[in-house]
């Protein structure tokens, strides 16, 4: 009886660890798969205004029962912000801290994501965001980067202060995809 009552809170408590972690892990893969999402959508929607015309008409994927819509930065951000708002209830997304500087777009709405298009040599390249779509910078060959994070909870704020970061019970989730413009 005596073993029971000093081994049962160590082994309550990794259970809970291994919970919290378990939901962690699933979160960070969500947010990159989101992330990756976007970073596709993106480079099939870049370059629309110097694309020869093919007779095709690119189009932001459907999400949630919406139908495809046709490129622009408007249907661009919104999806982006449908597909960040399934994410772990819907909170807030924000662009990383730190960011790349001003050469990216940031996206509006509940999710906060940061676009940066660059060349074939790596260079980084300005975007025009007083235009209508920021993402006309992409040519063939360039490489779009999307990049975003989220403030995870740690519920548990044994858990939260040892692995929280900046004195918080939170750990921030952070994800980046690139995906290369279509034409």
């Not at 378990?22 to 947010?31: D, E, P, R, S, Y």
């Not at 629309?48 to 015309?53: E, K, L, Q, V």
């Not at 093919?54 to 046709?70: F, H, I, K, M, W």
């Amino acid at each position: 009886m005596v073993e029971f009552a000093i081994l049962a809170p160590l082994a309550f408590l990794l259970l809970l660890g291994l919970v919290v972690t378990g939901i962690f892990v699933t979160n960070q893969v969500a947010l990159s798969n989101g992330v990756r999402d976007a970073a596709r959508a993106a480079a099939v929607c870049g370059s629309i205004a110097g694309r020869p015309s093919t007779g095709t008409n690119p189009q932001v994927p459907a999400t949630g029962g919406q139908s495809a819509l046709p490129c622009s930065w408007s249907n661009l951000q919104t999806y982006i912000a449908a597909r960040m708002k399934t994410l772990f209830g819907g909170g807030a997304i924000s662009a990383p801290t730190g960011s790349f500087g001003t050469n990216c777009a940031v996206t509006s709405g509940t999710a906060t994501v940061e676009v940066c298009v660059y060349d074939a040599s790596g260079n980084a390249v300005v975007l025009d965001t007083s235009g209508a779509f920021p993402l006309d910078a992409c040519a063939k060959g360039y490489s779009i980067e999307v990049s975003a994070q989220d403030a995870q909870p740690l519920y548990l704020p044994l858990v939260g202060r040892f692995l929280g970061s900046n004195g918080t019970t939170n750990r921030n989730l952070t994800a980046d995809a690139r995906a290369t413009c279509e034409e």
